[in-house]
């Protein structure tokens, strides 16, 4: 856990920087706020997979339908999902999407995994006194705050302008019913 000489970045102007340079540099396409609804499947299987079952190649992804209504009529607004065909499609929608499950059933990706773990989050921004602030400051807990028989840990960043992220993680398999995470988070 050597931290010396690494950034503290925010994600979210990262990956906005990052898209840019994918779109003017590689002519990758980005469509912000469309959700894939469904893997868009080769028509028939053209290979096997390793207990010899056939098995269609994913060629892209098809995006939701929009302007339905309550009942799934459609509205005036109405436009069908776009059909978006890929060389490479890149599943990134966090724990559980509705894409990934589809391709973890139909690839079996998850037969010989260990099962997934979950945990809480908690992260607090704070404007630090000038004295205790230390620029480009990272900090990682393993364990602390937390009772021994609790998995997690925390991290204390120093961003710019003086402020302060600090965050617990908190493993959801604790068998304590009473541990409050919020609770654990604060300063003993």
């Known amino acids: 856990m050597n931290n010396k000489g690494n950034y503290i ?3 979210s102007q990262f990956t906005r920087w ?9 002519g990758v396409e980005i469509y912000p706020g469309f959700a894939g609804s469904q893997l868009l499947l080769s028509p028939t299987p053209d290979a096997c997979d390793a207990w010899g079952d ?7 992804v098809i995006t939701n339908e929009v302007g339905l209504s ?9 436009e069908p999902g776009m059909v978006f065909r890929a060389k490479v499609t890149l599943l990134a929608e966090g724990a559980h999407g509705s894409l990934s499950k589809q391709a973890m059933q139909m690839y079996r990706l998850g037969k ?3 099962p997934q773990t979950y945990g809480i989050g908690l992260k607090e921004v704070w404007r630090v006194d000038p004295s205790e602030y230390e620029p480009g400051k990272v900090v990682h807990s393993l364990g602390w705050p937390l009772p021994y028989d609790v998995y997690g840990g925390g991290w204390e960043y120093h961003m710019d302008g003086g402020l302060v992220s600090i965050g617990l993680v908190i493993g959801l398999d604790y068998k304590n019913p009473y541990l409050s995470p919020y609770r654990e988070f604060q300063v003993r």
């Open 54 to 60: 056939p098995v269609r190649r994913v060629q892209g």
């Open 70 to 78: 309550r009942r799934f009529t459609m509205k005036s607004t109405f």
């Open 18 to 26: 990052l898209g840019t340079l994918a779109e003017e540099d590689y």
């Open 9 to 11: 970045v925010s994600l």
């Open 112 to 114: 010989e995994a260990q």
